[in-house]
């Protein structure tokens, strides 16, 4: 079983570590406002080609150029610690002391108020931001905000005052988050210059700026690692991110990720951790630039409105795809339709194929996924399937997207963070649960993938030897499976002394 665990990057104390991975979580809070007739225009974005050479002034240009549009943000939040250690698997468990190793958070003091009983009453915490608008806006994560009930930045060069501030908007599926400064300087504000997140690729250099544990306006130097890797926010949800190695920490949330002409590429977000440090190893993530940008106006106007059909959708198996009546492993396998939902009012049924959405290919089911998310609620769509191996074209109208009702949903069947119930693997001695997305996390299962984690095997048992607890059934006898009801279901079915592949 793998040690790695995803870390969302805070600084001061509050932050905590999960049970199954290590995610530090906000809580779910609605603070968004109400709308406003003032909307922001994507910033402008340089999409030139970038060449030319890199020299011994570069880096020290950028960040010259950069950090006085950088801020350091702090915020304080109503402490949750009963919800907390009721999380993260105990009473007697102190989640601060599990993620830093100690009483107390690097690079500060007890930052939390006690109350009646020595239980905290407020919480404090920090993290980065960058300003996009000379007006005072400032784009940062959105668990660096999203429990503020006040918010502080502080710029560069005035570390001792702290400005006033308020949350604007903010969207769960990018952690991304809007903020204007309500009292500003006297001198003029700093605003980014936007690059072109598209065309970045690994090996290009980059620069991130922050305040990892409290150290304000570190520069740290790397290249992109990769691009486009799929970062799971919740079940069946991901979003696409910029890997790079270049060093960030707890503290560097929100802060930009730079190109070679100091331009945002990315806004940093998480980190990949392992037992021995939670710090960085050299795997961090970037929201990309342009994901951002597209999101501004909707952040502007205090929501971001995205569309939902109500299934949960599985990859084609590569070994089995004609027993769908498929020619190729693509499409997506309607796993669950949501009672009520779009998909079920339109027709949708579990075990379909979804091969086609509004005119549009489904080469794989995560692609199904970002295109319905894209897609404007209320609008009636056409989805072909593949249903017992004939085409049918269905019509769906499509709902919106309600992520955070949606993420406490899952959490109440055991999707998230509480355990599933546990399933008996019939005559295997297999004991089984249901594969959530704290399991798939921890056990490196890519994101969106269904299936039945082994939880304990009968020594004595056919499949001792050969099935150990931690593995991961995907399939049985060639039948996916996306739960670990299903995959008992389908060993049912195995004749007694069969094989079971």
């Not at 240009?61 to 950069?66: C, F, L, V």
């Not at 710029?155 to 005052?161: A, I, Q, S, T, Y």
């Not at 049918?392 to 406490?408: F, G, H, M, Q, Y």
């Amino acid at each position: 079983m793998s040690t790695r665990k995803t870390t969302l990057i805070y600084a001061l104390p509050i932050a905590v570590a999960s049970l199954a991975v290590g995610m530090v979580l906000a809580s779910r809070l609605d603070f968004t406002p109400a709308s406003s007739a003032q909307t922001i225009a994507a910033p402008p974005m340089n999409s030139a080609p970038i060449t030319g050479p890199i020299d011994a002034q570069t880096f020290r240009n950028i960040a010259k150029a950069t950090d006085p549009a950088v801020v350091y943000i702090r915020t304080e939040m109503k402490a949750k610690t009963q919800d907390l250690t009721d999380f993260f698997g105990g009473r007697n468990d102190d989640p601060l002391r599990r993620f830093f190793g100690g009483p107390q958070g690097p690079g500060g003091g007890d930052d939390q108020t006690p109350g009646h009983g020595g239980r905290p009453q407020v919480a404090r915490a920090s993290g980065t931001g960058f300003i996009i608008l000379k007006e005072g806006f400032i784009l940062t994560n959105n668990h660096v905000v999203e429990d503020a009930t006040k918010i502080q930045v502080s710029l560069f060069g005035d570390d001792d005052k702290l400005y006033a501030a308020k949350l604007v908007g903010r969207d769960q599926l990018t952690d991304s988050a809007l903020i204007q400064l309500v009292e500003k300087p006297a001198t003029p504000l700093t605003e980014v210059r936007f690059g072109d997140s598209s065309q970045m690729a690994p090996g290009d250099w980059v620069m991130a700026i922050g305040n990892p544990f409290g150290y304000t306006y570190s520069v740290t130097v790397g290249v992109i690692s990769a691009t486009q890797r799929a970062y799971r926010v919740t079940d069946g949800r991901s979003n696409d991110m910029l890997q790079t190695d270049a060093a960030i920490n707890p503290g560097n949330s929100g802060g930009p990720l730079l190109n070679v002409r100091g331009e945002v590429i990315g806004m940093n977000t998480a980190i990949i951790t392992n037992s021995q440090s939670e710090g960085n190893i050299g795997i961090g993530f970037a929201v990309p630039s342009n994901t951002v940008r597209d999101l501004l106006p909707q952040l502007r106007q205090g929501k971001v409105v995205r569309g939902r059909i109500g299934v949960s959708v599985a990859p084609v198996p590569r070994d089995s795809f004609a027993e769908f009546g498929l020619k190729s492993p693509s499409g997506a396998i309607v796993s669950t339709v949501v009672p009520g939902g779009a998909a079920a009012k339109g027709g949708i049924e579990p075990g379909d194929v979804i091969v086609e959405f509004n005119g549009r290919p489904v080469t794989k089911y995560d692609d199904l996924v970002k295109t319905v998310t894209a897609t404007k609620p209320g609008t009636s769509v056409p989805v072909k399937v593949v249903r017992d191996g004939k085409d049918r074209t269905l019509n769906v109208t499509v709902d919106e997207l309600d992520l955070e009702a949606e993420t406490s949903a899952q959490n109440r069947r055991g999707g998230g963070n509480q355990p599933a119930p546990e399933q008996n693997g019939a005559g295997f001695g297999l004991t089984l649960q249901d594969l959530t997305p704290a399991l798939a996390r921890r056990l490196q299962v890519p994101a969106g993938q269904g299936g039945a984690v082994v939880t304990d095997v009968d020594p004595d048992s056919g499949s001792a030897g050969g099935v150990r607890p931690g593995d991961v059934i995907l399939s049985v006898n060639r039948r996916s499976v996306s739960s670990a009801s299903e995959a008992a279901r389908e060993l049912q079915k195995v004749p007694s002394g069969g094989l079971a592949q």
